[in-house]
């Protein structure tokens, strides 16, 4: 039986021979004896579950600094693997930069030097032909010379008294 503090201000008693009705105000205080002690009973439970609540919020709240903690070293932790990233990224790029100005470097000195060999290949080209050219001027000479010869042996033979079908064979020409 629950009673409230209301229902004991509230309560009349019986008038007896020597004061009030010892039964009712025994019931009374009995009534208001366990609701007492069911009241701290409740209390009590209530103030333990109230620190357990306190301790989970402590631990929560711990749990809570902690995963603060990790999300922040997380943050570190990627911040600066990202700028690992970044420079190693860069320095890839250089080197890249670099190569790429190497290979283009030596490309165009290659290039010079195949240039400047076109260029001789040419010139003893155009030398070889001169001189095969003035070979062929000197060789036509010989030839004209040659037959000018052969001419002048023609008119010598022609003035020799051998018979018109026996001619002697040149083996110069």
């Known amino acids: 039986m629950s009673i409230t503090p209301l229902d004991i201000e509230s309560r ?8 009030y009705s010892r039964r009712e105000v025994e ?9 007492l002690s069911q009241a701290n009973l409740e209390r009590e439970e209530l ?3 109230l620190d357990s609540a306190r301790r989970d919020v402590d631990e929560f709240r711990g749990r809570e600094k902690t995963l603060i903690e990790a999300l922040a070293a997380a943050d570190r932790l990627a911040e600066e693997r990202k700028a690992v990233a970044q420079e190693h990224a860069e320095r890839l790029l250089r080197e890249a930069r670099d190569q790429a100005e190497d290979l283009l ?6 290039l010079t030097r195949i240039e400047q060999q076109i260029i001789r290949v040419k010139v003893e080209r155009e030398n070889f032909e001169n001189r095969l ?3 062929l001027d000197e060789h036509r000479r010989m030839v004209e010379i040659r037959r000018q ?3 002048l042996s023609d008119k010598l033979r022609a003035r020799t008294t051998l018979p018109p079908t026996v001619q002697p064979t040149d083996v110069n020409e």
Do not use: K
Not at 29 to 34: F, Y
Not at 105 to 110: E, L
């Open 133 to 135: 050219l003035a070979l």
């Open 47 to 49: 103030n333990r579950r």
């Open 149 to 151: 010869e052969a001419g």
């Open 12 to 19: 009349r008693f019986r008038r007896e021979l020597f004061g």
């Open 27 to 35: 019931q009374l205080v009995r009534a208001a004896a366990d609701a």
């Open 105 to 110: 470097s030596r490309t165009r000195s290659d």
